[in-house]
């Protein structure tokens, strides 16, 4: 279930990007290279999934 009408994230999704960010912030804030592909392909991930149930 989306957490809103605008975003495609659900609740699982947001805890994986909620962690990874804090992991980040263990490190003064600063995302790596690798944290932001790995949000950017959550992100992906859960708009195409809500573009496939749309259609």
Do not use: C, S, Y
């Not at 975003?7 to 980040?24: C, K, S, Y």
């Not at 992100?43 to 573009?51: D, F, G, L």
């Amino acid at each position: 279930m989306r957490i809103n009408d605008r975003d495609a994230i659900n609740h699982t999704e947001l805890a994986r990007i909620l962690g990874t960010a804090l992991f980040a912030a263990l490190r003064r804030g600063h995302l790596t290279p690798a944290q932001k592909r790995k949000i950017d392909r959550i992100v992906a991930q859960a708009e195409e999934r809500e573009a496939a149930r749309g259609a």
